[in-house]
Nanobody, 125 residues
Framework: QVQLVESGGGVVQTGVSLRLSCVAS???????MGWFRQAPGKEREFVAA????????RYAEPVKGRFTISRDNAKATVYLQMNSVKPEDTGVYYC???????????????????WGQGTQVTVSS
């Protein structure tokens, strides 16, 4: 069974840190893994992506310098370390994987074919 399961979300105050985890099972753990988020009433948007070796990462402008994506291939887990969170970071955070063999760190969610169910992050001011 191909599955991604996110965890680590919650209700936090502005400025704190939070770490999200995404555990993959089956063949869900891909060369390129990414994090996306969706705020209420808005479209799902790219947050970060990482290559298999972790040598390459890519971030959306609003999170650069605050968020860090990482992975532990032995544990089939991807992380998103969120520092100095802001109210505009509120949303459901999704883990996603690109099809096997695709290695570009694309921001286009249509290029990811495996998704988790999401974890809610709410940042209060």
């Amino acid at each position: 069974q191909v599955q991604l399961v996110e965890s680590g979300g919650g209700v936090v105050q502005t400025g704190v840190s939070l770490r999200l985890s995404c555990v993959a099972s089956g063949r869900a753990f891909r060369d390129v893994m990414g994090w996306f988020r969706q705020a209420p009433g808005k479209e799902r948007e790219f947050v970060a992506a990482i290559s298999w070796s972790s040598a390459n990462t890519r971030y959306a402008e609003p999170v650069k310098g605050r968020f860090t994506i990482s992975r532990d291939n032995a544990k089939a887990t991807v992380y998103l370390q969120m520092n100095s969170v802001k109210p505009e970071d509120t949303g459901v955070y999704y883990c996603a994987g690109r099809p096997s063999g695709r290695v570009g760190l694309t921001t286009d969610l249509r290029e990811y074919d495996t998704w988790g169910q999401g974890t809610q992050v709410t940042v209060s001011s």
